[in-house]
């Protein structure tokens, strides 16, 4: 008998259709695992659950936990932890212990936001950013905060768990639970709050207990005294160097570095000494974080700035022989080193304010978010002021200019007197301050006379008649260039005719001084004595303007003039 072979597709179909049936019962079963954490059992040996504990949402579940704990009742509020992982013969006397643990680490260190913490049984964030990925989506862990320990930072974390047979419950996550040692040693109450009675600390007013309304404001007295007595002792340490300037920065640092001192005394106080509950660490930590980090941003530019006074007052203007090219540049890398330390201490400072106050992790995803917005905004906003931090620091690396450079400067000789973020100081020759934003200054042409070597040619022009003898003005300008204390000899004086027209002949004379304060004297004086020379030996040389008679042949009249070419 032949048998017939079925088709091929009529298997295919019934295979799609068993797939079919059975793929929204695994949906529905991977959708429930994304809302809690399944567990065979949950706290077995703590026996039954009292009525009172709610653990269908966090905030019912936290609520439970603080009542249980401060009507001193850890076995109920041991229910709120997850003790799987201790054996269940040894969870009731280990559930109290570590309950009541973790109801002084919360405490002292918790500062619980209500309005943030979710009343509903799947913990959905219903408020938030579009671009948070957490809106509108069940949850089933929520960090509550992270702590430091002395290697590592530690999540208070709850979690939803479902045992097989039960309901799901929000409870303290495993990982808290097996911390919750390490952190009550490192969190627990101070050795003072250990000695006092139990009327002292008891929960009073704000939350706050007794004893701290004492202590708080004796710590910071404690820690204001430090302040003054760290700022005597550096004052006297910093006498005692043999460097100057070693000195001088010391001495300007010792205020800010006695505030960091003291401010980590008193946090010290604070957070391990005598352990202040969570409502006064709260406010303390984020403002002892910030200003332990402004304070060691201000003892480094503070040290900085007061070297830059000391060379800006003692040795600008002083420096433009060709000899200190070396030291101006030297200035310049000075004023360039304050600016990275600037931003190295600021970029410090905030990175150590976000770290020790754990903001990264609520800040990130919505710095991400923002991060192109807040890229437009900042280029437009700051445009102006970005564009000068950047071409001073421009200046910085090249060094078209220095600390102690004389420049000609759109009409002004001046020093650069100092270079700052946004705006370079000039010193003009007659003691006008010129403050000159750095990219304006960078993108016009200015003269540099110490860019090479600070030696400079001075020049200036006689306008004399036709019959002035050349030869003899040469002579009498060598022989007062040869006698002037600034004329270098390496560069010798020259008397040349550049140019001459129908009043007269252009005499041109030189001479090289060793710096521009010197050259601009010197080419002042042998211009006196040149006028004086001609004056009293040669006065028919002034140029002369000339009448013609056609009739007669006569030619008649007088003038003179001075021009000086060289500035």
Not at 154 to 177: C, E, Y
Not at 376 to 403: D, H
Not at 438 to 460: A, C
Not at 547 to 552: C, F
Request: net charge negative.
């Amino acid at each position: 008998m032949r048998l017939r072979k079925r088709p091929r597709s009529s298997f295919l179909f019934v295979a799609i259709a068993i797939i079919a049936c059975f793929a929204p019962l695994s949906d529905g079963h991977a959708q429930e695992m994304e809302n809690w954490f399944q567990v065979d059992v949950l706290n077995t040996g703590l026996g039954e659950m009292p009525a009172e504990v709610d653990r269908s949402t966090p905030q019912g579940a936290m609520e439970s936990f603080l009542n249980a704990t401060r009507a001193d009742n850890p076995l109920v509020a041991a229910h709120l932890l997850d003790l799987s992982d201790i054996p269940e013969t040894e969870q009731a006397e280990a559930g109290r212990d570590l309950a009541e643990k973790l109801g002084k680490i919360i405490e002292r260190r918790l500062w619980i936001s209500w309005n943030e913490l979710p009343d509903r049984p799947d913990a959905m964030q219903e408020n938030g950013s579009t671009n948070s990925a957490g809106v509108g989506r069940p949850r089933r862990s929520l960090q509550l905060e992270i702590l430091d320990l002395d290697d590592r930072p530690v999540a208070i974390r709850m979690n939803r768990v479902k045992p097989v047979t039960g309901d799901a419950a929000w409870v303290f996550s495993r990982q808290t639970v097996a911390n919750i040692d390490a952190l009550y040693e490192h969190y627990g109450p101070g050795w003072l709050e250990r000695q006092l009675p139990d009327s002292w600390r008891r929960q009073a007013l704000w939350s706050l207990k007794p004893w701290e309304f004492v202590a708080l404001p004796v710590a910071i007295v404690i820690s204001l005294s430090a302040f003054f007595l760290f700022r005597w002792g550096l004052g006297l340490l910093a006498g005692r160097l043999k460097w100057e300037n070693g000195k001088i920065a010391a001495q300007a640092a010792r205020t800010p570095l006695a505030l960091f001192f003291s401010v980590f005394l008193l946090d010290y106080i604070a957070s391990r000494a005598l352990a202040f509950s969570a409502p006064i660490m709260a406010v303390l930590t984020p403002i002892l974080t910030i200003a332990m980090a402004i304070a060691i941003t201000l003892a480094a530019l503070r040290s900085i700035d007061s070297i830059l006074n000391v060379v800006t007052h003692r040795y600008v203007g002083k420096i433009d022989d060709e000899q200190s090219a070396q030291e101006r540049s030297f200035y310049t890398s000075i004023y360039a080193l304050r600016r990275v330390v600037l931003l190295v201490a600021f970029a410090f400072g905030a990175g150590l304010v976000l770290t020790q106050l754990h903001l990264f992790h609520s800040l990130g995803i919505s710095l991400l978010a923002s991060a192109g917005v807040l890229t437009v905004i900042l280029g437009i906003a700051g445009q102006s002021v970005l564009g000068n931090i950047l071409a001073s620091l421009q200046i910085a690396i090249a060094k078209p200019i220095r600390i102690g450079d004389s420049v000609y400067y759109e009409g002004d000789w001046a020093y650069v007197e100092a270079i700052f973020y946004t705006f370079v100081r000039l010193r003009t020759w007659d003691d006008r301050r010129l403050i000159v934003p750095v990219r304006y200054f960078i993108s016009n042409p200015f003269e540099n006379w110490s860019v090479q070597d600070s030696k400079m040619t001075r020049t200036f022009t006689l306008l004399l008649d036709h019959s002035a003898n050349v030869e003899a003005l040469r002579k009498a300008y060598l022989e007062f260039a040869s006698e002037d204390e600034d004329v270098m000899e390496s560069a010798e004086p020259k008397v040349l005719v550049d140019d001459h027209d129908q009043n007269g002949q252009h005499v041109r004379f030189y001479a090289t001084a060793g710096d521009p304060t010197a050259a601009w004297q010197m080419h002042a004086r042998l211009r006196e004595k040149m006028l004086r020379w001609v004056e009293e030996n040669h006065p028919q040389w002034w140029p002369r303007e000339r009448i013609v008679d056609v009739g007669k042949g006569n030619v008649a009249a007088t003038a003179g003039g001075v021009d000086d070419a060289g500035g």
